[in-house]
């Protein structure tokens, strides 16, 4: 093992290659019947015979693919910025200051990380429906902030407690002020800790599916992942099947690109916040 | 962001006065450390103060309303009848066959899991080529939305339509019938949590000397032995964090039953029928017992959990590094 000989390079590429085959196929599948013309849909091959792109056009054509995906884009994007701007400002407060009450606010937010959300659904629908939260998206962003908070606060007092903090103090005795240190020395040190837990926040809310579907009833505020199961017989489509498959590869594409693009922080994220704490 | 740039400031001042000061003025450290605990909490306020509205009294008024029978078709029938629900709920068929569903998936998924995301986590952290490309590859189920790759699985073993429909019988349609349904919901509940369970692994294996396995390897150990020996007594909290995280993530089973076979042929898990039982029969009273009984339920493994595993539980390691 200590040598790369060539037997456990073949090894190892072999093993890499189960691994990206198991991952991949079922992304894959999808994408495959996406591109599918209408009369060898059920076809049952992997590859299609016959290329197409209707269905793309054909759900972008449709209000209930476009609002929806709207919907997800805006409540997804709003839940993270606020999720991330209180859950930086929570970690910097564990990861730094001293103060009663900061193992109780670590317990809680690991209690919520493992809450079952169904209970949460009977009385939200019910607390939603009351206050006129019903089917707004106000109404998720809620949801999702909260249960978004333990993961940006573990993953980010992980970050924050591999800062070295004696460097603002340094930058401040070599003449720098209290904005400057902030701005040169800190700000760039967290940065990329607030960035990956954004992307995990982020991938989080554009996930969920429950409270998306329990919590909504038209399309002002159904999200992509709720709107895909009422595809299934809409009178708009004949066969759901292709229209289904295109929506989910457009639902998609955001997680392959982050998943392209910073892998390295993904992983970092995740391994430092759900282990270290 | 404002808030953000102000606290460094003081936080240092704060240090700044208690550090040096600390004999002479004994008044001014503890003005200090006030300050201190003042900033803390104002900092963690808006967070804890989201995280408690937005369960704790959802939870709280969710067992006021498991005490009613309140059904939104018949509201005038509102009453306060104390644990009747929770009968109804116990001595109900369904809801136990819903439990014992929901415990077959979660037992088999986790420990299927556990032995596949060891596999991973051994082949990202000492893979000698392409780890990048497998780490990427390894990420694309935990991120994908769990309902795009439910539909991808309901797809491929849909008869007709499907390149797996015809694997095991050739007239067989696999999701109608209720062992295949449920060997299908455990294979796509794997696929897609493998990774993460991987993931909390490496962070484990990352922490094994390599020193250690060196050494053993020169006194003659087998890879087996230093699997067990070395490698696992080491990894032992991480093991434990991802079990913990993924049981109780498997519990809530939803999205994967709903896409697949919508609860026929008793697929359903204790999520799908509280769902139900709110969605489609608009039953608050007993909707919200099955909230309350589910929340138990986790609770109670959680607390096992963290019982038999004491220091290991992340609350726990936090307090410990210090």
Known sequence: ?277 | MSISSTTPAASQAAEQQAVPRQRRRRAELSEGKKQERKLGWLLCAPAALVMVVVTAYPILYSFWLSLQRYDLKFPQDRQFIWFENYVTVLTNGYWWTAFGVTLLITVVSVAVELVLGMGLALIMHRTLVGRGLVRTSALIPYGIVTVVAAFSWRYAWTPGTGYLANLFAPEGAPLTERASALAIIILAEIWKTTPFMALLLMAGLALVPDDLLKAASMDGASWWQRFTKVMLPVMKPAILVALLFRTLDALRVFDNIYVLTNGANETSSVSMIAYNNLIKGLNLGIGSTMSVLIFLTVAIIAFIFVKLFGTAAPGASEEGRR
């Open chain 1, 1 to 277: 093992m200590a040598t790369a000989t060539t037997s456990a390079k073949v090894k190892w590429g072999f093993l890499d290659a189960v691994v990206v085959v198991f991952a991949l196929i079922p992304v894959l599948w999808i994408a495959s019947l996406s591109f599918k013309t209408t009369p060898t849909l059920t076809d049952g091959n992997f590859i299609p015979r016959d290329w197409t792109l209707d269905n793309y056009k054909l759900i972008f054509q449709t209000d209930q693919f476009v609002r929806a995906l709207i919907n997800s884009i805006g409540i997804a994007l709003i839940a993270t910025a606020i999720a991330v701007v209180l859950g930086t400002m929570a970690a910097y407060a564990i990861s730094r200051l001293d103060f009663p009450g900061k193992s109780l606010l670590v317990g809680v937010s690991l209690l919520i990380a493992m809450f079952p959300q169904v209970s949460l659904v009977t009385p939200l629908f019910n607390i939603e429906r009351n206050i006129g939260l019903f089917d707004t998206w106000l109404g998720l962003i809620l949801p999702y902030i909260t249960f978004a908070l333990p993961l940006a606060i573990y993953t980010l007092s992980a970050f924050f407690k591999q800062i070295p903090w004696d460097l603002e103090k340094a930058a401040k005795m070599d003449g720098a002020t209290q904005g400057e240190a902030f701005r040169k020395v800190i700000a760039p040190l967290a940065a990329p800790g607030v960035f990956t837990t954004a992307i995990l926040v982020f991938i989080f809310c554009w996930n969920d599916f429950l409270f998306a579907i329990s919590l909504t009833s038209t399309e002002r505020s159904r999200t992509v992942p709720a709107a895909l199961s009422f595809f299934t017989g809409a009178s708009q489509f004949e066969d759901p099947t292709g229209a289904i498959s295109a929506a989910a590869v457009v639902i998609t594409i955001p997680i392959i690109l982050f998943v392209l693009f910073f892998q390295r922080r993904i992983v970092a994220g995740l391994t430092s916040g759900a282990v270290k704490g």
